[in-house]
């Protein structure tokens, strides 16, 4: 079955720093990819998506390129600020009507 | 998009009471989830709330120990049954809205503490 893989965390940045998370993927067909995004104590809010191959989703500074060769949808950002600590879910939406999630990637900031 | 609201935002309840989660969208929507969210781990779905019939529940989740209600396109709600320790975890509900190309909306979770 449709399954995603992503990097185990936590991850641990200074600010200003470059953030890779990386995510990759099993599907059938041509599944539409998401990154969401959870901060302490709330839900988890979309924070880019990308429905077809060599789509960049980008949002608030964050990039992701749907690599279907690859199968990667690996999260990107230049310089990361102490307000992004936060726990960031890569996920797949395949054919049917569930959304699968990634285990989740914690990242911390350090001002 | 979609706004929704859950309630409570969070219990503490003893060993073997039930409890019941309210999630109430401000907009009309086809699809709602339910999810489970145990500390540090990902979001594992419960079960599809269905207007006007059953529940479509997840391979390990039953009806029995996870009764869903979907009256109305905008309010469903969970219940805990016969509760212990290890149904301490966040609950979320989640909502596709129409158009939203299969992209979800989340409350902001109940915390669920059992004794």
């Known amino acids: 079955g449709d399954s995603v893989t992503q990097m185990e965390g936590p991850v641990t940045l200074s600010e200003e720093a470059f953030l890779t998370i990386n995510c990759t993927y099993t599907?059938?067909?041509?599944?539409?990819l998401f990154w969401y995004v959870q901060y302490p104590g709330e839900g988890l809010q979309l924070l880019l998506k990308?429905?077809?191959?060599?789509d960049k989703g980008s949002n608030k500074g964050f990039e992701a390129t749907y690599r279907k060769e690859t199968t990667s949808f690996h999260l990107e950002k230049g310089s990361v600020q102490v307000s992004d600590s936060a726990v960031y879910f890569c996920a797949l939406r395949g054919g049917g009507f569930k959304t699968i999630f990634g285990a989740g990637t914690r990242l911390f900031v350090k001002a | 998009s979609a706004v929704i609201s859950q309630k409570p935002s969070r219990d503490i309840c003893q060993r073997g009471t039930s409890l019941t989660i309210q999630c109430q969208v401000d907009s009309q929507v086809t699809m709602m989830f339910w999810y489970r969210q145990q500390p540090g781990q990902s979001l594992t779905l419960i079960a599809t709330?269905?207007?006007?019939?059953?529940?479509?529940?997840e391979s390990g989740f039953v009806i029995d120990k996870f009764p869903i209600s979907r009256p109305n396109l905008t309010f469903s709600t969970l219940t805990v049954s016969n509760m212990s320790p290890e149904d301490s975890s966040i609950y979320l509900c989640?909502?596709?809205?129409?158009?939203?190309?299969?992209?979800?909306?989340f409350g902001p979770g109940t915390r669920l503490t059992v004794l």
């Open positions: 599907a059938t067909g041509y599944p539409s």
């Open positions: 709330a269905n207007q006007g019939s059953e529940a479509t529940y």
């Open positions: 989640s909502v596709e809205a129409e158009r939203s190309y299969n992209e979800q909306f």
């Open positions: 990308a429905t077809k191959a060599d």
